[in-house]
Every structure is written in C-alpha cells, then in structure tokens.
C-alpha cells in the first residue's frame, strides 16, 4: 500500500519530524517548510543517491554549483524576465487569487464558500502576467526600487550551468557528449503554491544539463526518460504510482523540441485516475537555445547581434569534424521536496499487530532511511545493559546513521522506528551480558533473530546493502 492521501504524511511529518511549518509561532508563512531531523536525512540520501547514480557512477558528467543570485542579464538573455510568469485572475466574489490555468485545482478561499465551493461560480476578472521571480537589490541601495540595483533570486539552477558551460568545457577538457550536474535551492513567488511540499516558494531542484550534437539530441532524450524511471523504482517508487506524460506541442516551452514528464500519484483520493498524477520531474530537450541565447556571436537577419550584453561565445569545436556549432541540451530537472514526498508516500504502510492495534511503518529503503540503526535497551534501570547498548551505539556510528534510545518501554520503541522507517532495531538484554549477543529486529517483517556482537556491524551492512 502507498499513503491514502498527502495529508497523511503531513501529519506523520509533523509528529515524527520530518517536516514543520516554517515561523510556525508567528503564525506561518504561506507554503513554507522547516525540515527536522529526519527530513533534513531523508532529503541528503536522496540527493546522495541521485548524484551517486548520476555523477559517480558515470563518466561524463561534470560537477557545478553556482550561485543563487547571478547578473540580472542572465535572466534577461534566458527570457525569465519576459516569459516566466503566470496567468493571474481575482475573483470579485471571493477576493481569492488564482492561476488561471489551474482552476480546477483550488477551493475558494473564503469559509463557508461564497462561490458555492467551485471556481465556476467565480466572478473572475480578465487574466494578467505575473512574473513569478523574487526581486531583490544588490548593495547598499538608496531606494528599494533602484532599478540599477535590481537582482533576482534564480528560479532554476538551469541558467548557472548554461552561463558556466566553456569555464567547465576549458577548465576539464571534455569533448561532446558530457553533463553538468547541480543540486540547489530555487525560488519562485509562486501564485498557488500548496499541497505540503508539493508546490512551495522556495524549494530544491536536481538538475543536469547534457551537451551534445544535435543529431544525437533524440536518442540521449529516450535514455534519460528511460534510465530517469529506473532510478525512481531504485529508491522504492513503485511502477503503478509513476507515469510518463509526453506534452504537446501547444504546451512545450518555446525553446524545447520534445519534454516528458515523469508524474507520480501524489492524489491517490481524487476520483479521476489523470487527476492523480502530477509532476515529479520534466526531462526536455531544451536544442541549442540556451547556449545560442547567452552567446555574443549569433545575428538576426540585418545582422545584428542577438545578445549584445555577453562577452563570451559558447559555441563548440568538434576537431574530429573541423566542425564549430551551438551544442543541443538535454536537461533532466527534478525537484528535491516532491521525490520526498513521494518517497514518503510510497513507503507508507499501516499493519496491524496482535492486540489489533494500527501501526505506521515507513518501508524505506534502506539507503533512503534517515536512520539505518536503533539500539535499545531493553531495561533502563540496568546500568550493565545501558552501558552495553551505549557501547555498541558508539561501536555502529561510524559505520552507519545510528541512534541510542531509551525513552519507553520497548513496545512503544519498536513502534517509533517503524514509524521514521529505521530498518533495524538492536535489543540489548540480560542475556546480551552473559553471552554478547542481542536481538536484531526486521521492520518489516518484525521478524527477530540472535546475533553475536562482534559480528553485528558486518551482518547489518550486509543486510542494509
Ligand atoms: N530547468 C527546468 C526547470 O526548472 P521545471 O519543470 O520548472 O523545470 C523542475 O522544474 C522540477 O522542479 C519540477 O519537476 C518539480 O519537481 C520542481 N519544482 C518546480 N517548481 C516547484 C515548486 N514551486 N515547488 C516544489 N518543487 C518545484
């Protein structure tokens, strides 16, 4: 089973610490998150695992990361200043403010519902541009809206790669095909943000950009969109939660030949199966656009230049083809916030226990569980038993993420770890003192087993791998 809905996981997020709501004692602030202790593991693993997958375990992709605030140009030259907003309307009815393309999505705002519960009683006015980047000034400024000033903060990492691509094409010497990767935060003043984790203003993307030639442009598409799914059923996404949306022409963005995206089931209780689905992660081919775009060369047709801001040409040399051109882009972009709530949806399980009570167990995968070990000792007024089990904590964390706790009856313990995904509990008992063993317990399976201590760490990095 998978979580019934994402209000599920917001109330274990919020019990178990995985997720708070930001300046929660002020009153919140519009779809923002703190991430605790485990959401804050959670979220490195997955990241850890992404990069492994994708940098490590390659040999064509570069690292970067940039900066969030980059020259005002840049977003001038990528078209984010002109074409990066959303269509706004207000509703007089309700005062709400909506996305227009996304109506169907949004409740009124006002309780009870003055526009019957349904946007098709709205009395909405006509549509207008918002641009979603968040404006800032850069330096001691004299007036909030000095325009000389002005600085965004980037809603893509994307456009920090394009910018740096011969600084990474000099300084490593690679030859086309290769990639650069980065993982950062983004920021977008979004109009509907919502849903938890799922559409926040400030959030973190995945991303990677691959240059290439442009013939080859389609076939390294198909094996992202291939290998991209794989990787999602390699962290515990199953099949039937995920699928693959090809947009259409009327939907592709101006610069992009072909985009999929890859939607997982974040609605599991909307009725209407497409409903379910929503974006995960988009993988485009963006062409030569964004090389072209923040190059000084290229001319319109009287012959003059295109950009005449950029001091650099990002064109590409194929000494083999004594060939010079403006290489094709394939960009696989995933958000860091949605791939945990879809981690967290996914792993989620309810089972009942002998007394017929429900309990929560988070089927992690193992290298995705914030915490890999608990040790627990079985009787805390035992100072020979907690001695041993602080020990063998101690002997562990070197090794693996492992805690030590102590602070209820081992039922109540059991139940924690299960419920925060920690694939093993280690028990310390009377008998751990007369012959070194303890109990290794199995989450999911609760299943228990002796284990001698000098061979635990080697038995739970076998079972962990
Ligand atoms: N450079 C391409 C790009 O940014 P995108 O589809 O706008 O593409 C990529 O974003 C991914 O970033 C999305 O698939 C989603 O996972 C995540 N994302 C985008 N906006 C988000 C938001 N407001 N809140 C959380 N995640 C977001």
């Given at each position: 089973m998978s979580a019934p809905n994402i209000e599920t996981i917001v109330s274990l997020a919020k019990r178990r610490g995985f997720v708070?709501?930001?300046?929660?004692?002020?009153?919140?602030?519009?779809?923002?998150?703190?991430y605790g202790s485990l959401?804050?593991?959670?979220?490195?693993?997955?990241?850890?695992?992404?990069?492994?997958?994708?940098?490590?375990?390659?040999?064509?992709i570069e690292a970067l990361d940039s900066s969030i605030i980059q020259?005002?140009?840049?977003?001038?030259?990528?078209?984010?200043?002109?074409t990066f907003s959303d269509p706004l309307v207000d509703c007089r009815a309700c005062k709400g403010r909506f996305r227009q393309d996304k109506l169907q999505d949004v409740e009124c705002p006002n309780e009870p519902s003055v526009c019957a519960g349904s946007r098709k009683e709205c009395d909405l006015t006509e549509a207008r541009e918002f641009n979603l980047m968040f404006r800032t000034t850069v330096g001691a400024v004299a007036a909030d809206d000095d325009e000389t000033a002005l600085a965004y903060l980037r809603p893509e990492t994307a456009q920090g790669i394009f910018i740096n691509f011969a600084n990474v094409l000099n300084t490593s010497r690679r030859k086309l095909p290769f990639g650069i990767a980065q993982i950062g935060k983004s920021f977008r003043n979004e109009v509907t943000p919502g849903n938890f984790i799922f559409r926040t203003r400030e959030f973190e993307q995945m991303e990677m950009e691959y240059f290439c030639r442009p013939e080859d442009?389609?076939?390294?598409?198909?094996?992202?969109i291939d290998g991209f799914q794989s990787w999602f059923h390699s962290i515990g996404i199953s099949a039937e939660n995920l699928k693959l949306y090809e947009q259409s022409k009327e939907e592709l963005a101006h610069y992009a030949e072909r985009t999929v995206d890859i939607l997982?089931?974040?609605?599991?209780?909307?009725?209407?199966?497409?409903?379910?689905?929503?974006?995960?992660?988009?993988?485009?081919?963006?062409?030569?656009?964004?090389?072209?775009?923040?190059?000084?060369k290229p001319e319109d047709a009287e012959g003059k230049r295109l950009n005449s801001d950029s001091t650099e040409d990002l064109s590409y040399f194929d000494e083999a083809k004594?060939?010079?051109?403006?290489p094709y882009v394939?960009?696989?972009?995933?958000?860091?916030?949605?791939?945990?709530l879809a981690v967290l949806m996914d792993a989620y399980t309810e089972k009942?226990?002998?007394?017929?009570?429900?309990?929560?167990?988070?089927?992690?995968?193992?290298?995705?569980?914030?915490?890999?070990?608990?040790v627990l000792p079985l009787a805390k007024n035992k100072p020979e038993i907690v001695a041993l089990a602080s020990q063998i904590k101690k002997d562990l964390q070197h090794a693996m993420r492992a805690v030590y706790d102590d602070t209820g009856g081992i039922g109540k313990l059991y139940a924690r770890q299960d419920e925060i995904g920690t694939p093993f509990c280690v028990t310390v008992d009377h008998e751990s003192l007369e012959d070194q063993t303890v109990t290794v317990r199995d989450r999911d399976t609760w299943e228990q087993e002796r284990v001698k201590i000098t061979e635990l760490k080697n038995y739970l990095q076998k079972r962990l791998s």
């Amino acid at each position: 089973m998978s979580a019934p809905n994402i209000e599920t996981i917001v109330s274990l997020a919020k019990r178990r610490g995985f997720v708070f709501p930001a300046s929660e004692i002020y009153g919140g602030l519009g779809s923002s998150w703190d991430y605790g202790s485990l959401g804050v593991e959670l979220a490195n693993n997955i990241k850890q695992s992404w990069w492994r997958w994708l940098v490590y375990e390659r040999d064509d992709i570069e690292a970067l990361d940039s900066s969030i605030i980059q020259n005002r140009l840049v977003w001038k030259y990528s078209g984010h200043e002109t074409t990066f907003s959303d269509p706004l309307v207000d509703c007089r009815a309700c005062k709400g403010r909506f996305r227009q393309d996304k109506l169907q999505d949004v409740e009124c705002p006002n309780e009870p519902s003055v526009c019957a519960g349904s946007r098709k009683e709205c009395d909405l006015t006509e549509a207008r541009e918002f641009n979603l980047m968040f404006r800032t000034t850069v330096g001691a400024v004299a007036a909030d809206d000095d325009e000389t000033a002005l600085a965004y903060l980037r809603p893509e990492t994307a456009q920090g790669i394009f910018i740096n691509f011969a600084n990474v094409l000099n300084t490593s010497r690679r030859k086309l095909p290769f990639g650069i990767a980065q993982i950062g935060k983004s920021f977008r003043n979004e109009v509907t943000p919502g849903n938890f984790i799922f559409r926040t203003r400030e959030f973190e993307q995945m991303e990677m950009e691959y240059f290439c030639r442009p013939e080859d442009a389609p076939q390294i598409h198909q094996e992202f969109i291939d290998g991209f799914q794989s990787w999602f059923h390699s962290i515990g996404i199953s099949a039937e939660n995920l699928k693959l949306y090809e947009q259409s022409k009327e939907e592709l963005a101006h610069y992009a030949e072909r985009t999929v995206d890859i939607l997982y089931r974040f609605f599991p209780e909307r009725s209407d199966e497409n409903a379910q689905f929503d974006e995960l992660m988009g993988i485009a081919n963006r062409t030569d656009f964004d090389l072209k775009t923040h190059s000084k060369k290229p001319e319109d047709a009287e012959g003059k230049r295109l950009n005449s801001d950029s001091t650099e040409d990002l064109s590409y040399f194929d000494e083999a083809k004594k060939e010079r051109f403006y290489p094709y882009v394939i960009e696989p972009a995933a958000g860091v916030n949605r791939t945990v709530l879809a981690v967290l949806m996914d792993a989620y399980t309810e089972k009942t226990n002998q007394k017929g009570e429900t309990r929560v167990i988070l089927k992690l995968k193992p290298a995705l569980a914030p915490v890999k070990v608990a040790v627990l000792p079985l009787a805390k007024n035992k100072p020979e038993i907690v001695a041993l089990a602080s020990q063998i904590k101690k002997d562990l964390q070197h090794a693996m993420r492992a805690v030590y706790d102590d602070t209820g009856g081992i039922g109540k313990l059991y139940a924690r770890q299960d419920e925060i995904g920690t694939p093993f509990c280690v028990t310390v008992d009377h008998e751990s003192l007369e012959d070194q063993t303890v109990t290794v317990r199995d989450r999911d399976t609760w299943e228990q087993e002796r284990v001698k201590i000098t061979e635990l760490k080697n038995y739970l990095q076998k079972r962990l791998s």
